[in-house]
């Protein structure tokens, strides 16, 4: 199982103080919380997710019963064992882009701003080192997500492209998608 040498559950200290941890889903048991998580998010939320957070199929495929050659996700939970953030490290285990990982991070709002989604890309990150990757990919909503995108950038991620207009809210209106990318560096001399 990928996840076994990543050390997991992995406690973090937010900057509010309170502490969350870090751990795989369990398929078992975070089936009812994935979906409690998803109820937290407002529509507003929801309407952004490249997936549809109502569909249960879905929900099920993409976090509960998961393929881990294929989607890896990762939770974070408070003192109450509720999910605040669900973040996915997807890629394909062969072929021309079997060495490429993409992220996702979502992160119920209460719990924004206080560097969760960040702390959550970088073990993602580590996360694409331990299973041999060598790039990662992001997309981020300009306009929407520009926390998420300086957090990534922080994290020295970079803008592939900017694709004009391709995303919309819910009330129609136009904005860009920012398509990220990261080279992952196994050690000084890949630089």
Request: proline share 6%; glycine share 6%.
């Amino acid at each position: 199982m990928p996840f076994s040498k990543h050390g997991y559950p992995r406690p973090l200290i937010l900057k509010s103080g309170e502490e969350v941890w870090l751990r795989p889903v369990r398929p078992e048991e975070d089936d009812k919380e994935v979906f409690a998580f998803l109820g937290r998010l407002s529509a507003e939320d929801r309407w952004y997710l490249d997936f549809d957070a109502n569909d249960p199929e879905t929900v099920r495929y993409n976090f509960i019963n998961y393929d881990p050659n294929k989607i890896l996700p990762v939770v974070a939970t408070n003192a109450k064992e509720q999910i605040v953030a669900l973040a996915t490290l997807e890629r394909r285990p062969k072929g021309a882009r079997g060495h490429i990982g993409r992220v996702r991070v979502v992160v119920q709002p209460f719990y924004r701003n206080q560097r969760l989604g960040t702390y959550l890309l970088l073990d993602l990150i580590q996360l694409a080192v331990n299973l041999g990757l060598r790039v990662l990919t992001a997309e981020f909503i300009k306009g929407i997500e520009d926390n998420a995108i300086r957090a990534a950038r922080r994290l020295d991620f970079f803008e592939q492209a900017v694709l004009p207009e391709y995303a919309k809210d819910s009330r129609g209106n136009r904005y860009d998608l920012v398509v990220m990318v990261k080279r992952i560096h196994r050690g000084y001399d890949d630089f």
